[in-house]
């Protein structure tokens, strides 16, 4: 696949309705938040010489990592989440990880954009911050460490 730059038309997509899918369980949760959908491919420096015999550096592509998946949701009285990080916490990892996916939704409900995650595992689960004098929603966020992401719609 190359990039050609052209514009396509397409308006970008709404980031705002999402769900999470674990081991094909779609529609475990609907999220109001999610970040740390990335690739990151360090470059490494390779020392060569040209047909000439001029030294040059040349970048390539070295080690490619992936962002820790966060989402955030309203607090409610499913606790499947920390179910799931209580798994880690209490040493069964074989059975906490597993493949899932981040959709993005249409207004309709449809499926428009997916991201599917290999070997996926809670690093993270935080409980809401209480104050008696405030009126937020009660939050809770989920951070999913991973071994890979790709786009497959």
Same mark, same amino acid.
């Not at 475990?28 to 970040?35: E, H, N, R």
């Not at 030294?55 to 409610?76: A, N, Q």
């Not at 991201?115 to 809670?122: H, Q, S, V």
């Given at each position: 696949?190359?990039?050609?730059?052209?514009?396509?038309?397409? *308006?970008? $997509?709404?980031?705002?309705?999402?769900?999470? #899918?674990?081991?094909?369980?779609?529609?475990?949760?609907?999220? %109001?938040?999610?970040?740390?959908?990335?690739?990151?491919? #360090?470059? !490494? *420096?390779?020392? %060569?010489?040209?047909?000439?015999? &001029?030294?040059?550096?040349?970048?390539?592509?070295?080690?490619?990592?992936?962002? @820790?998946? +966060?989402?955030?949701?309203? $607090?409610?009285?499913? %606790?499947?989440? +920390? @179910?799931? !990080? @209580?798994?880690? &916490?209490? =040493? @069964?990892?074989?059975?906490?990880?597993?493949?899932?996916?981040?959709?993005?939704?249409?207004?309709? =409900?449809?499926?428009?954009?997916?991201? +599917?995650?290999?070997?996926?595992?809670?690093?993270?689960?935080?409980?809401?911050?209480?104050? !008696? %004098?405030?009126? #937020? &929603?009660?939050? +809770?966020?989920?951070?999913?460490?991973? *071994?890979?992401?790709?786009?497959?719609?």
């Amino acid at each position: 696949m190359s990039y050609s730059g052209l514009d396509t038309g397409e *308006e970008g $997509l709404q980031g705002f309705a999402f769900m999470l #899918e674990v081991d094909g369980q779609a529609g475990i949760s609907y999220f %109001t938040k999610c970040s740390g959908l990335s690739i990151d491919i #360090e470059g !490494a *420096e390779h020392k %060569t010489m040209t047909p000439s015999g &001029a030294y040059i550096k040349v970048m390539i592509p070295g080690r490619t990592s992936y962002g @820790d998946i +966060e989402l955030s949701r309203g $607090l409610t009285s499913d %606790t499947a989440l +920390e @179910d799931w !990080a @209580d798994q880690v &916490a209490t =040493g @069964d990892i074989t059975t906490a990880r597993c493949d899932g996916a981040i959709s993005i939704m249409s207004l309709t =409900g449809e499926v428009v954009a997916q991201f +599917e995650f290999k070997n996926g595992w809670p690093s993270k689960w935080s409980g809401p911050s209480m104050s !008696a %004098t405030s009126t #937020e &929603a009660a939050v +809770e966020s989920l951070t999913i460490s991973h *071994e890979n992401l790709v786009r497959v719609q």
